[in-house]
């Protein structure tokens, strides 16, 4: 059984962009908040990487979690929740012979964590 | 402050189905796992919609929670955790002249809350 | 059938403590990272409530999300991703004849929004 | 600074309990939803234990994720979403002298997966 009769109306390359765009979205919703500290930052990022892989179309996830953030951490507990601002990602797509990569990373200007199109070959 | 620079690799097209797909996979990974019973079922929905509405190029959001899987929960406490069998969802983006559907239902024969484009205009 | 079995070694006064804690870490993880605004808050705060006091042993539960932050909101979008630190809660369980609120808010000393019993009667 | 004052009204015994119920609420609702295989199954358990642990008054989480309902996943995809029934958890927290392990699993007879106080000492 295949899913390809629902995905006639569009283009091999925005199926790619969709698929890429999806994982990300879920992979910032699914993980924010989590708790993290410097030595639990590479289990976390391992995890989200292996776990949103699964997802149909894509072929990596790459995810840095920022440890200059970790170590000004300065509360009582020596541990943040995890947030947007503190997440790069890059979120590897391919369908058929397109490949896609969903970026998102803080971005001073805007002040927000932007996920874009990083690459379309 | 803009973010255009960052879409100029990719069509007005592709950008509206970009939008539409972050938020659905936002959406579902957002709030799978809340409990929802029959008569909390609909300020859930509202809160799904209201708050997805408000990321980038989304104009407008709408949640059904499945009734007929509520009404059967039997365990001793009368509520389910959310799960993505239960929902059917219609994301709507809009980036310049291109209005995107993103749907999401539980679909038989894949076993499965597909994700998919259901309209592009 | 009932769970009373699961809890015969702990004491009325811990049962309700025990419930109102795990209602309060569980709406902490479900919701944190959802988009909101000034428009949007009070149906996630109704939506938070409602779901939540779906949980055992659950009275009540009270949200408020802090305006002034969502106001002072300056990124290029208008909304924010809700934070810990933006929350003030009260769950309130009861056990048989035992009343708990347990409560969690940012506090300024400790630089971290502390979850706490507040009232046990 | 100390958030010792905070606790006043509560025993030890009581202290330790509601870390423990806060984690477990915590643990589940922040990790529900995750996309997980056979594969992704081993780092997924591991960042769950990695990053409950970092919470007050944690000593140790150990997370077992069902192999066999992963093993029966037939859909198109070959991962599944994960849900509280798949989980076995034991969280264990201690505040002086008193330790606690707050457990849950997936119970037959209450169709739910109940978190409960296993040991107390």
Same mark, same amino acid.
Request: net charge negative.
């Given at each position: 059984?295949?899913?390809?009769?629902?995905?006639?109306?569009?283009?091999?390359?925005?199926?790619?962009?969709?698929?890429?765009?999806?994982?990300?979205?879920?992979?910032?919703?699914?993980?924010? *908040?989590?708790?993290?500290?410097? *030595?639990?930052?590479?289990?976390?990022?391992?995890?989200?990487?292996?776990?949103?892989?699964?997802?149909?179309?894509?072929?990596?996830?790459?995810?840095?979690?920022?440890?200059?953030?970790?170590?000004?951490?300065?509360?009582?507990?020596?541990?943040?929740?995890?947030? *947007?601002?503190?997440?790069?990602?890059?979120?590897?797509?391919?369908?058929?012979?397109?490949?896609?990569?969903?970026?998102?990373?803080?971005?001073?200007?805007?002040?927000?964590?932007?996920?874009?199109?990083?690459?379309?070959?």
């Amino acid at each position: 059984m295949s899913d390809e009769k629902y995905f006639q109306n569009i283009t091999t390359r925005e199926r790619a962009i969709f698929e890429g765009a999806i994982t990300m979205g879920a992979l910032f919703h699914q993980f924010v *908040g989590t708790p993290v500290s410097m *030595g639990s930052a590479p289990s976390l990022e391992k995890a989200m990487e292996q776990s949103l892989t699964l997802q149909p179309c894509i072929s990596s996830v790459k995810v840095r979690i920022d440890r200059e953030t970790l170590e000004n951490a300065e509360n009582e507990y020596d541990y943040l929740s995890l947030t *947007g601002d503190m997440l790069d990602v890059r979120v590897s797509s391919q369908y058929q012979e397109v490949k896609v990569v969903v970026r998102m990373h803080y971005i001073e200007e805007l002040q927000y964590p932007l996920m874009y199109v990083e690459e379309v070959d």
